[in-house]
């Protein structure tokens, strides 16, 4: 997806509404590897997806910052996916105010009602109160998928595509990779 602005919206929503004028009932495979962007481009690619009626099935791989974990998190429920490497950050939205003084207290205005907005739509899909968003957001929050899943911003951490047979359970990794490295006991020196 790379980073969000008009352009890059204007292709996923484009994408969006045909894929749901072929089947409206197939799933919707959406991977992001986004550093974030544009609030109100992410905000148009989200109201897509919350508009069209096919399930929407979200894949981080590599990146989801700012409004690429957003999109992550619409993702419909059980359907949001990482891969067991990638990079999960949340935070409060940021601006460049320019101008005269009564430009800049507008557009401050603008960016708190967004802060807002954005809070409300994390805390609709992470399943989180306002008050745990907003202290969440208040600077950069890094996690990793596994925390990201704590979080409620995924659903499964994958390690791999099921093979012949294999139950999805399997596919989940159930604790981050340093971890799993650092409990193989070390080998013993002669």
Known sequence: MGPIDDSVASLVIAQLLFLQSESNKKPIHM????????????????????????????????????????????????????????????????????????????????????????????????????????SAMERDRYMSPMEAQEFGILDKVLVHPPQDGEDEPELVQKEPVAAATAAEPAPAST
């Not at 791989?61 to 990482?82: E, I, K, N």
């Open 31 to 134: 991977y992001i590897n986004s550093p974030g962007g544009m609030v109100t481009s992410g905000l148009a690619i989200y109201d897509t997806m919350q508009y069209i009626l096919n399930p929407i099935c979200t894949w981080c791989v590599g990146q989801a910052a700012s409004m690429g974990s957003l999109l992550l998190a619409a993702g419909t429920p059980g359907m949001r996916h990482s891969l067991p490497n990638s990079r999960i950050m949340i935070h409060q939205p940021s601006g460049g105010a320019r101008g005269q003084a009564t430009d800049i207290a507008i557009q401050a205005e603008e960016i708190m009602k967004l802060k807002k907005q954005l809070y409300s739509i994390y805390a609709k899909h992470t399943k989180q109160s306002l008050q745990v968003i907003e």
